[in-house]
């Protein structure tokens, strides 16, 4: 698994291709760099339940950049809503 992450971050290729889509190789790597082993094992255990993975490299990096982007959507939403609450109990008001 370290392998697949190190060559998606030092790949020679200008864009990378992840679930049909070219993504430039700098966002893929900013993804990989911030990956971490709770995230890689969450990928394992959902890739256990699927059958019939054709390239397990290229499902495996595509489901950990959709699992960094997903973990790092859902902590800004975590810090947006305790800025929020802490707002409507201290009587700020919110600027949005």
Known sequence: MVGFIVNEICSPLLYITLRGQAFPKAVI?????????YM???VLENMAKVDNIK???RYFISFLY???LI??????C???NINEQIGRDLGYGIAV
């Open 71 to 76: 973990y790092h959507f859902n902590e800004g």
């Open 55 to 57: 390239d397990f490299r």
């Open 66 to 68: 959709n699992e960094v």
């Open 29 to 37: 790597q900013s993804k990989m760099l911030k990956a971490n082993i």
């Open 40 to 42: 890689v094992e969450n």
């Open 78 to 80: 975590e810090s947006r």
